[in-house]
C-alpha cells in the first residue's frame, strides 16, 4: 500500500541551525501539507502546497519556514534559524488533487525535531 | 478562528465495552470531518464524513456526522487492546482557491484493558 515518507525520524539540532525536513508524499497524489505537534499538545496545521506554490499557510508559518518540491518526488520543510520553540513532531501529509472534491489527506510516520 | 473541540479527554474501558466518542465543530467553509486513529507516531485515516445522517462503518468502528448540530461521534463496539489509541477528530475547511487545512481537535485517548 502506498505510503508517506519522511527522514530523518529524530533531528536533534541547535539553536539558531537550520534545518530541512524531508517528505516524499504518496506518488499520484498532488496536494501537499506540513503539521507539527508539539508534545502533549493539538497537530496544527503550517502550511499546504499545491502546483508548486504555496495554497495556504498559518499564523505558525512565518519567513523562517519555508517550503520545496525539489523534484518530482521530495518535498521539504525548512527552518532557516531554530528556536527551542520549533522542537515538535512534524508530520508531512498528501492527498489527490482536485481541490473542488473531499479527499483524505494521509500523514507520514513524522520526523521528532528536537532544538537544543 | 476554526475550532474542534473533542470529549471525553480519555477513558478507560474493559474489552468488549462500547466507546463512543464526541467531535463538535465550529468552522468556516466546513467541506468535511475526518477521524483519525494516533498510536504511537503518524495519524491513520479512519473515516471521512461530508453527509449529515449517513454512518459510515468499518468493521467495529463506525461514525456519524450531524452538519445542523455541528457534531459528529465515533462508535467502537466489541473494543478490543489494539483500539487502545488517541483518535482525532479533524474538520477540513476552505473554498476552492485555498489549500484545504485540517483543524484538530486535542484528541481522546482511549485505553482499553484486558
Known amino acids: 500500500e502506498p505510503e508517506v515518507t519522511q527522514t530523518p525520524s529524530h533531528q536533534v539540532t541547535q539553536m539558531g541551525q537550520e534545518v530541512i525536513l524531508r517528505c516524499v508524499p504518496i506518488?499520484?497524489?498532488?496536494?501537499f501539507y506540513w503539521y507539527r505537534q508539539i508534545l502533549g499538545q493539538k497537530v496544527e496545521f503550517l502550511v499546504s502546497f499545491y502546483n508548486n506554490e504555496i495554497s495556504e499557510k498559518s499564523e505558525i508559518f512565518d519567513d523562517q519556514f519555508s517550503v520545496e518540491r525539489p523534484d518530482g518526488s521530495n518535498f521539504t520543510l525548512k527552518i532557516r534559524s531554530t528556536k527551542l520553540e520549533d522542537s515538535a513532531m512534524y508530520f508531512c501529509?498528501?492527498?489527490?488533487?482536485?481541490?473542488?472534491?473531499?479527499?483524505?489527506?494521509?500523514f507520514g510516520p513524522g520526523t521528532r525535531l528536537t532544538v537544543t | 478562528e476554526d475550532k474542534v473541540v473533542q470529549s471525553p479527554l480519555s477513558l478507560v474501558v474493559h474489552e468488549g465495552d462500547t466507546v463512543t466518542l464526541n467531535c463538535s465543530y465550529e468552522v468556516t467553509n466546513f467541506r468535511s470531518l475526518l477521524w483519525y486513529k494516533q498510536e504511537k507516531k503518524a495519524p491513520t485515516f479512519l473515516f471521512m464524513l461530508?453527509?449529515?445522517?449517513i454512518e459510515k462503518k468499518s468493521g467495529r468502528l463506525s461514525s456519524i456526522l450531524d452538519k445542523k448540530e455541528l457534531f459528529s461521534i465515533l462508535n467502537i463496539t466489541a473494543t478490543q487492546t489494539g483500539d487502545s489509541a488517541i483518535y482525532l477528530c479533524?474538520?477540513?475547511?476552505?473554498?476552492?482557491?485555498?489549500?484545504?487545512?485540517?483543524?484538530f481537535g486535542g484528541g481522546t485517548r482511549v485505553l482499553v484493558k484486558p
Open positions: 501529509a498528501s492527498s489527490e488533487s482536485l481541490r473542488d472534491r473531499n479527499y483524505e489527506q494521509y
Open positions: 479533524a474538520s477540513r475547511a476552505g473554498s476552492k482557491a485555498a489549500g484545504n487545512k485540517l483543524t
Open positions: 506518488s499520484n497524489h498532488l496536494y
Open positions: 461530508t453527509s449529515s445522517g
